[in-house]
């Protein structure tokens, strides 16, 4: 599927409009505050206040979607964990036991799960969104990771459920889960940047130096083996990526097309935003990192996405965990936009122009 067969399934993606910026940096001028004051607090509410295009945006509600799958590449020695513990963790996510539920709950967010490639045979649990493409991935290394059919299959649930998403929320949040993302992550940023894999892999979900070293090549001999695009965000899914990595590319696509506040997590997820800014480069505006991600290719991604992290807690974990701790974050920025008296409303006097 070309680009712009799923680019056709959304509304138009545009660049957020500067006049907007214009207006939204005009009105920071009026409030009761010295100008600048409130730092990037007041780039966040400007920049939300143009996606939405008025001066009284809205940040009150918000959704993790976490999207689940399985990875071939496992089979190579990558991760410490078995595959298994994709499903395991998905029943975790369910009973709400996991890292993002308790974070998203203190951020008064949802969280959706949805199986989009987990390899168990069982059906998804009850309670899961069952959009199943396939069981995992294939082996990157041995065959291409995906095919062309299962890349655009991924991406157009990804679309559906952002968009049910957006329907819904204000603020949508990225996150995933699956044994051996880390090492797909790492592939398909090192054939997005061009930077060596040794440079942009790191312990994932704790692996050793030895299990490092064999990442990195593990990913060295898939790029030799499957020659991703670079120009071609599809292709590299296709060949080094994933179900769950696919699935969120959709869901930015989707909530920067309905002007949402699309917040990344930490490495995966910024993966697959990095890949929806090389398919769609409007899709960049719409986004906002919520933390930087102690894995050494996440910067070089943060850096391709043109953001700069809201948080740096030396965090790895995933699952949208970032994600809900930023979503406080752009609240307060919001709040102090639409809430804060002008000079004129309080009766205070304004410095002299």
């Given amino acids: 599927m070309l680009i712009d067969e799923i680019l056709a399934r959304l509304p138009p993606i545009r660049r957020v409009n500067r006049e907007w910026i214009a207006k939204a940096e005009a009105r920071q ?13 007041e780039e966040v509410a400007n920049r939300v206040a143009a996606i939405q295009e008025t001066l009284t945006p809205a940040a ?3 959704e993790i979607i976490v999207f ?9 020695g990558v991760a410490p964990y078995p595959s298994a513990v994709t499903a395991q963790m998905v029943a975790n996510f369910l009973a709400g036991g996991a890292a993002v539920n308790a974070l998203a709950a203190v951020a008064g967010a949802g969280v959706t799960v949805v199986d989009i490639g987990v390899a168990s045979g069982a059906p998804p649990a009850p309670g899961v969104r069952g959009r199943r493409v396939a069981r995992g991935t294939r082996n990157m290394v041995r065959e291409p990771a995906m095919t062309p059919d299962e890349v655009a299959g991924a991406v157009a649930v990804g679309i559906e459920e952002g968009l049910c998403a957006a329907a819904r929320v204000d603020m949508i949040g990225l996150g995933e889960m699956g044994i051996g993302n880390s090492t797909a992550a790492s592939a398909i940023t090192a054939a997005l940047t061009g930077l060596p894999p040794a440079a942009v892999t790191g312990r994932g979900t704790g692996a050793d130096d030895a299990m490092v070293q064999r990442k990195v090549a593990v990913i060295e001999q898939a790029l030799r083996e499957r020659r991703p695009d670079p120009r071609d965000g599809l292709d590299i899914l296709a060949k ?5 990595i696919a699935g969120l590319v959709g869901v ?3 909530g920067a097309a309905t002007r949402r506040i699309v917040v990344t997590d930490g490495f995966i997820a910024t993966a697959a935003a990095a890949i929806a800014v090389r398919l769609c480069p409007a899709a960049g505006d719409h986004l906002f990192a919520a933390h930087r991600s102690i894995e050494p290719g996440h910067a070089a991604l943060l850096e391709l996405i043109g953001q700069e992290p809201l948080l740096d807690l030396r965090m790895r974990l995933g699952e949208g965990t970032g994600a809900a701790l930023a979503f406080g974050l752009i609240r307060a920025a919001v709040a102090a936009f639409t809430r804060m008296a002008t000079f004129a409303s309080a009766g205070v006097s304004d410095r002299p122009a």
């Avoid at 001028?29 to 607090?41: A, M, V």
């Avoid at 689940?68 to 190579?76: I, N, Q, R, S």
């Fill in 29 to 41: 001028l009026s409030l009761t505050k010295p100008p600048g004051s409130l730092g990037r607090l």
């Fill in 60 to 62: 009150d509600s918000a």
């Fill in 68 to 76: 689940a799958g399985d990875h071939g590449v496992t089979a190579e």
């Fill in 240 to 244: 080094v990526g994933g179900l769950e």
């Fill in 252 to 254: 930015a696509l989707a």
